[in-house]
């Protein structure tokens, strides 16, 4: 085994080996002043946490890797996997556990709650919280009578935001419309791929329209599109630099193209 880094571990907190309980209460600052909701039967052996950050691929003319447009990064999820659950020696029925743990990735419509509970997993001093469950399942294997006395189960559950806290995102004022049919503002470089990508898409869907030597041009692939950030015209040009004609105008929603016969055949 490999000698570890002593930098790393002078970096770490210090932490004292003691028996704590795992257990899920309601959201709140103070978990001292919940009341538990559920109780694990006996500690997870294993928590397994996930977190995406998502990107979008555009395209980009002879280039070898894409660029990527970043889109958001996700809370993290929480996966506790492969609880054992044995109550068949106790005389115990195991179902209030497992019909507790389901009934917190429910609504309680009676009581006028029309959303599951905000939850905490505390763990010692540790919290996974605000969190909200997404996912239980459960095997069981061994029953008393027919009610369930030994079973494993999983439960995933997955971060939110602090409830009160979530943005809102701001409406500005909605621009007044240039008369010439150009962008309200200067398109931004995520507003000019998409131009790019609605016009290619428009002249695969019209290329039996198009101009002959503009035909083998578009079946091919052997071009390129720019959209201009301030009027929104869509030009095509081949791999050589040289403009072919305007698509359409892109005015950051809408592709218009029913004024724009250059490349049409007369």
């Not at 939110?160 to 419309?177: T, Y």
């Not at 791929?193 to 695969?204: M, P, R």
Request: negative net charge.
């Amino acid at each position: 085994m490999p000698s570890p880094n002593q930098a790393a571990i002078a970096a770490l907190t210090a932490a004292q080996k003691s028996h704590v309980e795992a257990y899920l209460i309601e959201y709140s600052v103070d978990p001292a002043s919940a009341d538990r909701l559920w109780t694990f039967f006996l500690n997870p052996s294993v928590l397994s946490f996930s977190g995406e950050t998502k990107y979008t691929a555009s395209d980009t003319y002879a280039a070898r890797v894409q660029d990527q447009q970043f889109g958001n990064s996700t809370g993290l999820t929480l996966e506790i996997a492969n609880l054992y659950l044995d109550s068949y020696c106790m005389g115990k029925s195991l179902r209030p556990l497992l019909e507790g743990i389901n009934e917190l990735r429910k609504a309680d419509l009676k009581n006028s709650k029309f959303n599951p509970p905000i939850l905490s997993f505390v763990f010692g001093a540790r919290r996974f919280s605000p969190c909200v469950i997404t996912r239980v399942k459960w095997d069981e294997a061994a029953w008393l009578g027919g009610e369930p006395a030994r079973a494993q189960l999983s439960i995933t559950l997955m971060e939110v935001p602090v409830p009160g806290e979530r943005g809102v995102a701001a409406i500005p004022p909605e621009p007044e419309a240039p008369t010439d049919g150009s962008p309200p503002q200067e398109l931004t470089e995520r507003q000019r791929q998409d131009g790019s990508t609605k016009a290619k898409e428009w002249l695969n869907a019209n290329v039996g329209s198009l101009e002959t030597s503009l035909q083998s041009i578009v079946r091919t692939n052997r071009y390129r599109l720019s959209t201009d950030a301030k009027t929104g015209d869509v030009t095509i040009f081949d791999l050589e630099g040289k403009s072919l004609g305007t698509v359409g105008r892109w005015d950051g929603a809408t592709l218009t193209t029913e004024n724009i016969n250059a490349l049409k055949k007369q």
